[in-house]
């Protein structure tokens, strides 16, 4: 897709939504054209490319911007991106493409988001997907064990944002604050019980307290949603019982119309 930016002066790393119009009190990107309601939705990972092939500007996320009337419309809901070279003030045109994957990664924990416990299996969950999949972006978020807040992220980061794998980690058992799957499945399109039950498989190949886990995977809208459980060590486990199908999935839910055997 083409675009014309008029852009910001900005040094590399910056980060500047990429806007519509002026906003007060805001440096911005300004897309010039297409026209919001003509311009489709970027997700993130998008790289923004100049004539000469080079990557000037990557959607890392999205963010409202706020109304001349300090409302928020439609409209004002827009690309956050990062500079990867120093940018001039100037109107340029650019191409959009996305090569990788975009993975983002949830741990729950009423300690870790509180600062009490480190987080050993966000990172865990980040490295072992980038082993499997050319990533283009990757994003952590630490969130306590509630349900509110855990639907509102995984339908902005799917519907929004447009990552491509969201993996959870925590919330998976009985306990009274684990709310995982049930939260996921209520969201997702569709479940990937074949996930569910590869995991479930290598866990009880380790421990008889595996049966407890109520993980799930599923769809929703163009991501694969998986649940795995809280420690570095069964995430590690779980993961590598579906990574191997993992590149395959994803290309069957974007389109690829090759065969599924062989």
Same mark, same amino acid.
């Given at each position: 897709?083409?675009?014309? /930016?008029?852009?910001?002066?900005?040094?590399?790393?910056?980060?500047?939504?990429?806007? /519509?119009?002026?906003?007060?009190?805001?440096?911005?990107?300004?897309?010039?054209?297409? &026209?919001?309601? @003509?311009?489709?939705?970027?997700?993130?990972?998008?790289?923004?490319?100049?004539?000469?092939?080079?990557?000037?500007?990557?959607?890392?996320?999205?963010?409202?911007?706020?109304?001349?009337?300090?409302?928020?419309?439609?409209?004002?809901?827009?690309?956050?991106?990062?500079? &990867?070279?120093?940018?001039?003030?100037?109107? +340029?045109?650019?191409?959009?493409?996305?090569?990788?994957?975009?993975?983002?990664?949830?741990?729950?924990?009423?300690?870790?988001? @509180?600062?009490?416990?480190?987080?050993?299996?966000?990172?865990?969950?980040?490295?072992? /997907?980038?082993?499997?999949?050319?990533?283009?972006?990757?994003?952590?978020?630490?969130?306590?064990?509630?349900?509110?807040?855990?639907?509102?992220?995984?339908?902005? &980061?799917?519907?929004?944002?447009?990552?491509?794998?969201?993996?959870?980690?925590?919330?998976?058992?009985?306990?009274?604050?684990?709310?995982?799957?049930?939260?996921?499945?209520?969201?997702?399109?569709?479940?990937?019980?074949?996930?569910?039950?590869?995991?479930? @498989?290598?866990?009880?190949?380790?421990?008889?307290?595996?049966?407890?886990?109520?993980?799930?995977?599923?769809?929703?809208?163009?991501?694969? +949603?998986?649940?795995?459980?809280?420690?570095?060590?069964?995430?590690?486990?779980?993961?590598?019982?579906? $990574?191997?199908? &993992?590149?395959?999935? $994803?290309?069957?839910?974007?389109?690829?119309?090759?065969?599924?055997?062989?």
């Amino acid at each position: 897709m083409k675009l014309s /930016v008029a852009l910001r002066a900005c040094s590399a790393g910056g980060l500047m939504p990429l806007s /519509v119009a002026r906003v007060a009190g805001m440096p911005s990107h300004r897309l010039a054209s297409p &026209l919001v309601r @003509q311009c489709p939705f970027i997700p993130v990972g998008t790289g923004l490319y100049d004539a000469n092939d080079v990557e000037l500007l990557r959607v890392t996320g999205r963010c409202w911007l706020p109304a001349d009337d300090g409302g928020h419309r439609p409209d004002r809901a827009r690309e956050l991106t990062r500079a &990867l070279v120093d940018l001039p003030v100037g109107e +340029i045109s650019l191409e959009t493409r996305r090569t990788g994957r975009a993975l983002a990664w949830v741990t729950l924990s009423d300690k870790g988001s @509180q600062g009490m416990r480190d987080d050993t299996s966000g990172p865990a969950m980040a490295a072992l /997907v980038g082993d499997a999949l050319p990533l283009c972006h990757s994003q952590g978020f630490l969130l306590p064990d509630d349900a509110v807040q855990l639907r509102a992220l995984l339908v902005d &980061l799917a519907l929004n944002q447009g990552y491509d794998v969201i993996c959870t980690s925590g919330g998976t058992g009985v306990g009274p604050r684990d709310v995982s799957p049930q939260v996921t499945s209520a969201v997702l399109d569709y479940p990937l019980p074949g996930f569910s039950m590869a995991m479930m @498989q290598a866990s009880l190949a380790k421990t008889p307290h595996a049966a407890i886990s109520r993980a799930v995977a599923g769809v929703l809208g163009q991501s694969i +949603i998986i649940n795995l459980p809280g420690s570095r060590k069964a995430v590690v486990e779980n993961l590598e019982a579906v $990574l191997p199908a &993992l590149p395959h999935a $994803l290309d069957k839910l974007h389109g690829d119309p090759a065969d599924c055997g062989g």
